[in-house]
Nanobody, 121 residues
Framework: QVQLVESGGGSVQAGASLRLSCAAS????????MAWFRQAPGKEREFVAV????????YYKDRVKGRFTISRDNDKNTAYLQMNSLKPEDTAVYYC??????????????WGQGAQVTVSS
């Protein structure tokens, strides 16, 4: 069983940067791919980015490519999402998840509680 806790959300203006962190405990962090999803009000949860257990391979939603970077530190049991050039449409609750290298949220067994990111124009 893996417990995940996100941090680093906040309210920023368009063009700013934020870094989300996802601290894992209680399980074998190194065994899981780590992903970030987001959910805006009234919308379904959507895939943002995923990184393999080793950190060697990443995959991004087209809309965030070149602006967001997913990474991980297996020694610190933490995954990160660096978000640059933020846009109002990036406003959502961001969730980290642990599981296989997947884009479908239903295939991730472990989830954090979410971190609010609000981007104003």
């Amino acid at each position: 069983q893996v417990q995940l806790v996100e941090s680093g959300g906040g309210s920023v203006q368009a063009g700013a940067s934020l870094r989300l962190s996802c601290a894992a405990s209680g399980g074998s962090f190194r065994s899981y791919s780590m992903a970030w999803f987001r959910q805006a009000p009234g919308k379904e949860r959507e895939f943002v980015a995923v990184i393999t257990d080793s950190g060697r391979t990443t995959y991004y939603k087209d809309r965030v490519k070149g602006r967001f970077t997913i990474s991980r530190d297996n020694d610190k049991n933490t995954a990160y999402l660096q978000m640059n050039s933020l846009k109002p449409e990036d406003t959502a609750v961001y969730y980290c998840a642990a599981g296989n290298f997947e884009v479908r949220p239903e295939n991730y067994p472990y989830w954090g509680q979410g971190a609010q990111v609000t981007v104003s124009s």
